[in-house]
């Protein structure tokens, strides 16, 4: 931030913006009086460089991006939200159809659907355009998908009853304590211990669907998946009740 006198301030450059200010009553100031009145002065600005700095800066350049990104792509991220549930039906044909669990096209719908959730989050963060409903669905669809998915699996014997059972035991106990702490105004974000174990589980998954039930390597990564899943669950849990004791 640069002050200059009215006078001296003959021409602004591209991008800087001008604030008079008014002349206020003097002030003292320690070991030399004031000599006079304050001069009218032009405060000269560069928004684009104070933007990280200054919180009113944040506060335009969050304005200006948002504007910047024209109604009907704001709703792009919810848009393939909802794509994404229309995407479980068209999967779970495909499973039930397929032989023993083995299934291209399935498989490669099952990857789409990863592959969406990471574009609508990054999107909507990156255009500032969160909204409650993908706070609920997002997370929702993934749960849905990836539980579709273990369900159909463990129905064809291409995955062991013991993963279902804590996916779907994970996903019931987040369920519960979304209930309880939403009401209270308790917001939970999802940290990179969630992302990287979402990752695993649609990699791992997406491999079995993919490959015979004779291909071990795809278990090692649902495996890794799944225990970073539980260890997401109990840092979002312990969060939760802090927050609830604070």
Request: net charge neutral; glycine share 10%; proline share 4%.
């Amino acid at each position: 931030m640069h002050v200059l006198s009215a006078d001296e301030l003959r021409r602004l450059a591209l991008c800087l913006g001008e604030h008079q200010l008014t002349p206020a009553p003097e002030v003292g100031s320690s070991g030399t009086a004031a000599q006079g009145t304050l001069k009218a002065v032009a405060v000269r600005i560069h928004e684009a460089r104070q933007a990280e700095t200054l919180g009113h800066g944040r506060i335009l350049s969050t304005l200006m991006a948002t504007r910047a990104v024209p109604a009907t792509l704001q709703q792009l991220p919810n848009a393939l939200t909802i794509a994404r549930l229309a995407l479980i039906p068209v999967f779970v044909a495909l499973m039930v159809s397929a032989d023993g669990g083995h299934s291209w096209p399935a498989g490669i719908v099952f990857g789409v659907a990863g592959v969406t959730d990471q574009i609508d989050g990054f999107l909507a963060r990156r255009w500032h355009v969160e909204s409650d409903f993908g706070r609920i669905f997002d997370p929702l669809a993934d749960r849905l998908m990836i539980d579709a998915a273990v369900i159909l699996l463990v129905v064809q014997d291409h995955m062991p009853w013991a993963g279902l059972v804590v996916i779907l035991g994970r996903d019931l106990l987040l369920l519960a304590g979304y209930k309880t702490i939403a009401p209270q105004g308790y917001e939970v974000n999802v940290n990179f211990l969630g992302k990287a174990a979402t990752w695993l589980l649609y990699l791992g998954i997406g491999c079995l669907i993919v490959t015979h039930r004779s291909t071990e390597w795809p278990y090692w990564i649902f495996w890794t998946g799944l225990v970073l899943a539980v260890c997401a669950g109990v840092v979002y849990g312990v969060a939760a009740w802090r927050e609830r004791k604070r």
